[in-house]
């Protein structure tokens, strides 16, 4: 995990072994192979996910998707090295995808609960939403723009306010 968040996204066992202060036999005796450390490296990005489900202090549907925009976007700027690797193997790893497919309906369905009715029904609202504030999304804004996290925020709940104000 370190090492991922110190910017090397695909770590090698050489690697975890060095940063972990143990013999290269070390690591694939707790690992079967590199693709079970990085299924578990995924698991624990995933309990952080789960952690941002805690119950809103605010209250009313607009306050607590401003609240849920924060709490992502705090997620995001920490996970933001783990998600870049995980996006590298995802393709070569059922447990990465599966997890990925996991957190994506986990997410959309936490946005769609906090929709008042005519929006949570709206599909294309809703897509819109669950687009605006997807790891997609701040990736781009944060590493391909350039852009710091405030501004970044701001722009995310600009877009969000124009959804929701429209419909």
């Known amino acids: 995990m370190a090492l991922v968040e110190a910017g090397a996204i695909t770590p090698s066992a050489e690697e975890v072994a060095n940063k972990a202060e143990v ?59 783990f998600k870049r690797a995980a996006d590298v193997h995802r393709h070569e790893s059922p447990a990465i995808q599966a997890n990925h497919v996991a957190t994506q309906k986990l997410l959309r369905y936490r946005l769609q609960s906090l929709l008042p009715e005519q929006l949570g029904d709206d599909g294309m609202t809703l897509d819109a939403l669950d687009l605006m504030l997807s790891f997609e999304v701040w990736q781009r804004l944060r590493v391909d723009q350039s852009l710091d996290t405030e501004a970044a925020r701001v722009m995310v709940k600009a877009l969000v306010a124009r959804l929701i104000d429209k419909n």
């Open 23 to 81: 013999g290269l036999r070390s690591v694939f005796r707790h690992f079967k192979d590199m693709e079970s450390l990085y299924a578990e490296m995924a698991m624990r990005v995933v309990g952080s996910f789960e952690q941002s489900l805690a119950p809103f202090q605010a209250s009313g549907w607009r306050a607590q998707i401003n609240e849920a925009i924060d709490r992502r976007i705090a997620l995001y700027d920490r996970l933001l090295p």
